[in-house]
């Protein structure tokens, strides 16, 4: 017991460490040629599923609180303020102070604790006797995730690609995804499964949770900030979700699976 202890307050200062020097630096960022998808969640997600959510709540914090710093010091774009509620005062008024914080913290400190859950219901049900049936299931809705993904990127790039094109390469990508890891994973080691989950949730948690509360909070100032109408923000606000979270999800789910695995020899993680 003590040693699980002393391996969790290592691992917590680890990923600590880790998000400070991915927050303050290019770290933090894959470049994926149309955008650079941010993997500063990553940590935090490996510190719910290998430190628990108490512990990855604490991690969802420093993230949060790492963003409030950086959009208070740096305010490197016009809608930093929807980070910082220094910046929100002068900018929204009194009010946008606790709107600020909300959104700075809330959605960071829930991406420590909802991957925990996710990988741990999915974990149960991988295990009960009808394993195979829901990792065909589980595997057909995550291969349909990473079609889209793989559809919203390639549009995006544009090029000569028409977007029946585009459509036509995601369903291929995702059904090739999903026959392999059908015969490679879930009829022989699903444990890709509840990490890959687990990373998707934490990462549209973080996304859905931001931008959604940008615009419930911020609908109109967002709008001014980034000059357009406040009509506009629903369908820029979507669009973020749908191209840059589907994309950051799945780099992610990788990255969390890959990362997860090598942990996971080490101090694996309990199903109670």
């Known amino acids: 017991m003590r040693n699980s202890k002393t391996n969790e307050l290592v691992l917590t200062g680890l990923f600590t460490a880790i998000i400070v020097i991915m927050a303050f630096t290019p770290l933090g960022y894959i470049p994926l040629v149309v955008i650079n ?130 459509t036509g390469i995601g369903i291929a990508v995702g059904i090739v995804v999903f026959a392999v890891v059908e015969a490679v994973f879930v009829r022989k080691n699903a444990q890709v499964i509840p990490f ?10 973080n996304t859905i949770l931001v931008m959604g509360s940008i615009f419930i909070l911020y609908k109109d100032a967002y709008a001014k900030a980034i000059g357009t109408a406040g009509d506009a923000v629903l369908g820029i606000i979507g669009g973020v979700i749908s191209f840059n979270g589907v994309i950051e999800a799945i780099v992610a789910a990788i990255i969390v699976y890959l990362v997860g695995l090598v942990l996971n020899t080490i101090k694996p993680i309990a199903v109670k």
């Open 37 to 166: 998808a941010t993997i500063i969640h990553i940590p935090v997600i490996l510190g719910s599923l290998f430190c628990g959510p108490k512990k990855g709540a604490f991690l969802g914090f420093v993230f949060g609180f790492t963003s409030c710093l950086k959009s208070t010091i740096a305010g490197t774009s016009l809608s930093s303020f929807v980070f910082s509620p220094v910046l929100a005062a002068s900018f929204a008024g009194t009010s946008g102070i606790f709107k600020s914080i909300f959104i700075a913290f809330v959605p960071r400190i829930l991406v420590g604790v909802v991957p925990y859950f996710v990988y741990i219901g999915i974990k149960k049900v991988l295990l009960s006797e009808k394993k195979n049936l829901w990792g065909t299931i589980l595997n057909g809705v995550m291969s349909v995730f990473l079609a889209f993904g793989v559809y919203a990127f390639l549009n995006k790039m544009a090029g000569s690609l028409t977007s029946a094109a585009c």
């Open 196 to 205: 890959v989950y687990a990373g998707v949730a934490g990462a549209m948690t």
